[in-house]
T-cell receptor, first 111, second 114 residues
Framework: SQQGEEDPQALSIQEGENATMNCSYK?????LQWYRQNSGRGLVHLIL?????REKHSGRLRVTLDTSKKSSSLLITASRAADTASYFC???????????FGRGTSLIVHP | DAGVIQSPRHEVTEMGQEVTLRCKPI?????LFWYRQTMMRGLELLIY????????DSGMPEDRFSAKMPNASFSTLKIQPSEPRDSAVYFC????????????FGSGTQLSVL
């Protein structure tokens, strides 16, 4: 299994702005998931993108995947204070489909 | 469904004591995972089970750590003896199916070893 690395480690923006977080990984993947963690809580699944997909949308979330660059990005449009959380990418590879996590991106949205 | 249930929510213990963390996965899920989260190392996979059988425990840090899943609705993670460096948040997660399925996390157990 492999770990995704999120960038930046921390992001601070104003409400209404867009937030972009990036994820890099090392080897070929089956899929890549993004999760959110609110302070003091467990992770919550946001979106899954498969290796043969390039872009996926869910509400204000847009995820892209570039397998040639081994990278993914998560865009949150028109951010809200409630989007304040840590965001993790979790690539999975091999036959086990086990997602592994890094340190995440800490997003703060100021009202 | 109540989701993944972990207990206790918080645990404070002294070095050398035995600690047991508990997890009830979502009914019908056949895979269960134990993760540990610290500021330094992020979220680490400790062990996971498929159909109650441990598949990969390579993430378990030392022999002081052990995990069991006696049935489909219950798992424990035990630390004996505990040490201050074991202080972390321990998460249990479950998922249905063996591929392309999302994880559902519990709220975690905040462990402090003094």
């Amino acid at each position: 299994s492999q770990q995704g690395e999120e960038d930046p480690q921390a992001l601070s923006i104003q409400e209404g702005e867009n937030a972009t977080m990036n994820c890099s990984y090392k080897t070929s993947i089956n899929n890549l998931q993004w999760y959110r963690q609110n302070s003091g809580r467990g992770l919550v699944h946001l979106i899954l993108i498969r290796s043969n997909e390039r872009e996926k949308h869910s509400g204000r979330l847009r995820v892209t995947l570039d397998t040639s660059k081994k990278s993914s990005s998560l865009l949150i449009t028109a951010s809200r204070a409630a989007d304040t959380a840590s965001y993790f990418c979790a690539p999975s590879s091999g036959g086990s489909y086990i997602p592994t996590f890094g340190r995440g991106t800490s997003l703060i949205v100021h009202p | 469904d109540a989701g993944v249930i972990q207990s206790p929510r918080h645990e404070v213990t002294e070095m050398g004591q035995e600690v047991t963390l508990r997890c009830k996965p979502i009914s019908g899920h056949n895979s269960l995972f134990w993760y540990r989260q610290t500021m330094m190392r992020g979220l680490e996979l400790l062990i996971y089970f498929n159909n109650n059988v441990p598949i990969d425990d390579s993430g378990m840090p030392e022999d002081r750590f052990s995990a069991k899943m006696p049935n489909a609705s219950f798992s424990t993670l035990k630390i004996q003896p505990s040490e201050p460096r074991d202080s972390a948040v321990y998460f249990c997660a479950s998922k249905a199916g063996t591929d392309n399925e999302k994880l559902f996390f519990g709220s975690g157990t905040q462990l402090s070893v003094l």
